[in-house]
Each structure stands twice: as C-alpha cells, then as structure tokens.
C-alpha cells in the first residue's frame, strides 16, 4: 500500500509537470524582456505580401502556394522569410470582442502553422481604425484584444494601415495638424505596447503613406518600418516617383527602422525586365524592405533572376544598416550611392530617360581612390576604370549597380 501510494504521487507531480512544460510552450514569456527594434528588425525585412496581386481576392490557397513556392524556387535561400496576409482577412468579432477570419480563411492558426513548418514567418494586417482600407474589421477598440490574438496565433509581423483612423482624426482634430499627429502617433503607439504585453515579438510595420514626416518619429512609436509615400503601381513612372523621391532620408533609416517606400511590383507585368531591375537597384540602395508583390507560383525565370540575385540582395541586407542617397543628377541621369561594411560602396548609375545614355563615375565623387575594385552586380562580373573614372551605357529606364572595394 506504501509503494502504491508514493506511486500516485509521483503520478501527480509528472502530470503537474507536464501542465506547467506545456503552459510554458504555448504561452508567451511575459518575464523575458520584449525585443529592442535592432534585434527585431536588424536588416530591412525581406517576404511577400499578397496585396499587389491579389488584392482582395487573396485565401488560404494563395498564400500557402505563395510559401510553398517561397521554399521552392529559392528565395527562402536568398533571404526571404516573411509571408505577409494584406487585407480582406477578416471576419466578425466574438461576444468577447476576439477577431475571427472570414471563410478564405477557414483555419488561419493552421495556416500559420504551415508557413512555420518551411521555416518562414507569418504576417498579418490590420488599422487603428474601426475599418481597413477594404471595409473589413479593423482593430479600434480591440486593440489589445488583437494583440493577444495575433500573438496567440504565432503571428511575426504586423502592417497597421492608418485606413478609416483618418477620418477619426479629421472629426476630433478639426484643423488642428498638431492634435491629428499627436493622435495618430498614439494610435501606433498603443498596438507596438499591446505586442509587446502580448509577450511574442512582432514586427511592426507603419503603414500611413509618410503623413507627418513618419520618419521622425516612427521609432518612438515602436515601428521597424515605416512607410514614407502612398502606395506603388506596376508602372516606371509611379516606382521612379517613389524611389527617387527618397532623396534626403537617409540619416532617420538604420538597424531596427527602416524608410519603407512600399512593396515591389517585380514580376507583376506593368514594366519591362530592364525596369525591374532598376526597381529593385533601387530599393537595395535604399536599404528599403524587400517585400515580393507577385505571384511566387507563376514566376518566368527573369523575374526570379530580379529577385534572387544575392549580390544585390547583399546591397540591402548590408549589416552596417546605412541607407543610400543620391550623388549626383544631370537631367534624367543620376548616381546614388550606399555605404557598406569594410569600408566599401554600392553605387547605381541611373538612366531615367527613354533613350540609352552613357554615364561615367568618377571614382573621386564617391570618395575611391583610382584602382579601387569594381564589380557590375547584374552582370556578375569585374569591370575596370581607366584614370580613376568608369564610363559604361546605361540602358533606357536601366540602372548599372557597382559595387566598389578598396
């Protein structure tokens, strides 16, 4: 009987033991420090997000081929790891006030669950506002509550679209740009605290088209990212606008927080190879986030190319964090330029007009002495300048991405 009884509780202190090794599994360390921006985001962040191609009509079949075709067509590999849901998730609300998705996404745990499963991570939408952008649920008064879901879920990252929160500002601010500001920074700055009580690090995304001048303020809201422009087109002249009107914003990006001048339209069909990849030339001097806007599922082997070229890739990912800016312009021809690690640089010579142009670097400009080491990044191979100076022609809407080592 004395054997019998020291069994049953040793029986009683495994299960007890169990209970508290699972409670520690599935719930998120609340004692454990929350991630500091830098060690959240250290790199800008590099995925997919379903908007740019899908837009509404995105479910659950889109975006596990989008994280199928992620792994298999090597991209995971080149560096991207985010699968980011856009708008039109959403369903109702419970009697508690707990969001649910609609019925494109029947079983949105086990969706994220997959996405984890190939080694990538999971990201989600939402706005401060009562509505998206879409006129779907948004997060005003279930902040916290959405917080607690999305942690639950196992979710990595966050775009909070200001959407339907610009008219609360409009009506309770009036005429007043100091009290819509100061609103609106503490509407994000009320979701990054609910993530971080939530306990699991997420990245956090700003998405509110630049108003206020975004970049001065973005970390003090929490937010990794922040967009600095209103959203993109698959054609040159929208991406041109955008991207080279980044011009003068580098000193705010850095480890943790980035100037987000919206996602790539690579692959989408609206521009030529040659325009891609000065789009994503582009982003990479920018140190901008590298988010896909296509169809990982049905990619020609040029946009995969775009995409994949680790040299360039390597120009964004750079981990002394720098984000370029221009050099020079001459018309329709400009230099840019991107401090990397080792004391090295990237430089993008490019042609935004319609006809092909020759342009020379003089290695002086970019403050390299005349042997320095070049290398074309698109082209994969070493080129050489004769008297401190490269001279090359540079394609139509084109760009040649150098990068130079002492």
Not at 142 to 154: K, L
Not at 206 to 227: E, F, H
Not at 347 to 375: C, E, I, K, W, Y
Request: hydrophobic content about 40%; some cysteine; glycine content about 10%.
């Amino acid at each position: 009987m004395k054997m019998k009884a020291v069994s049953q509780k040793a029986l009683r202190c495994a299960v007890v033991l169990a209970v508290a090794l699972v409670t520690a599994v599935a719930l998120p360390a609340q004692n454990k420090p929350y991630p500091t921006a830098a060690q959240l985001a250290p790199t800008p962040p590099m995925g997919w997000n379903s908007w740019n191609h899908f837009a509404g009509k995105v479910d659950e079949a889109d975006v596990r081929a989008a994280a199928k075709a992620m792994v298999d067509s090597g991209m995971a590999a080149a560096g991207y790891k985010y699968i980011v849901i856009d708008d039109t998730w959403q369903g109702k609300r419970d009697a508690q006030g707990f969001i649910h998705p609609n019925s494109k996404f029947p079983d949105m745990p086990g969706l994220i669950q997959y996405v984890h499963s190939l080694g990538l991570k999971f990201g989600i939408y939402s706005s401060p506002g009562p509505q998206t952008c879409a006129g779907y649920e948004g997060s005003y008064g279930h902040v916290q509550q959405d917080a607690e879901t999305y942690a639950r879920w196992g979710v990595d990252y966050l775009k909070y679209d200001l959407c339907s929160y610009l008219g609360i500002m409009h009506k309770e601010a009036a005429n007043n740009p100091a009290k819509a500001l100061a609103m609106q920074q503490a509407a994000y700055l009320k979701m990054y605290k609910a993530l971080a009580a939530a306990g699991r690090p997420i990245v956090f995304s700003l998405c509110q088209y630049g108003i206020g001048d975004v970049w001065k303020w973005g970390p003090s809201v929490g937010g990794n990212l922040w967009r600095t422009t209103g959203d993109i087109q698959d054609n040159y002249a929208r991406m041109a606008t955008i991207g080279f009107g980044q011009a003068g914003l580098a000193k705010y990006a850095g480890p943790g927080h980035w100037n987000d001048p919206d996602m790539l339209e690579v692959g989408n069909g609206g521009m030529t190879n040659e325009e891609y990849r000065t789009h994503m030339s582009l982003w990479a001097l920018l140190a901008a986030p590298l988010i896909a806007g296509n169809d990982l599922s049905h990619m020609s082997p040029a946009t995969l190319a775009i995409l994949t070229n680790r040299e360039v890739i390597a120009v964004d990912q750079d981990r002394l964090g720098r984000e370029g800016d221009r050099v020079s312009k001459n018309g329709a021809l400009e230099i840019w330029a991107k401090p990397l690690t080792g004391g090295a640089k990237a430089v993008g010579l490019f042609n935004r007009d319609t006809q092909p142009h020759s342009m020379t670097l003089q290695l002086s400009v970019v403050n390299f002495p005349p042997h320095a080491h070049l290398r074309d990044l698109w082209r994969h191979k070493t080129v050489h300048a004769h008297h401190g100076a490269y001279t090359v022609t540079v394609p139509a809407h084109g760009v040649v991405l150098l990068k130079l080592t002492r």
